[in-house]
């Protein structure tokens, strides 16, 4: 697919000596870094959407909860 973009000026120069010094075209590159930036950030918005649903949840561990974590670790670390 062809797609036309904007670029500053000194982000395109940078961009194609870039491209000049890995020997990639310039649809290589700019392919390459939109596939980097969305496989990075594509998961932020499920961690966005699930922070805002449990904002204002309580997840603390009841004392008692707790202490049976503590000593299953005490054993394990026994042993």
Do not use: C, H, W
């Not at 000194?10 to 930036?37: D, H, K, T, V």
């Not at 649903?53 to 005490?74: H, I, K, M, T, W």
């Amino acid at each position: 697919m062809k797609t036309a973009i904007s670029l500053a000026d000194a982000l395109y120069r940078r961009a194609e000596q870039f491209a000049q010094g890995q020997r990639l075209s310039r649809s290589e590159l700019y392919a390459r870094a939109l596939e980097e930036f969305l496989e990075r950030n594509e998961g932020q918005t499920v961690t966005a959407q699930l922070n805002a649903v449990y904002a204002n949840e309580d997840s603390s561990l009841s004392p008692a909860l707790a202490e049976l974590g503590f000593e299953a670790l005490r054993r394990q670390n026994a042993e």
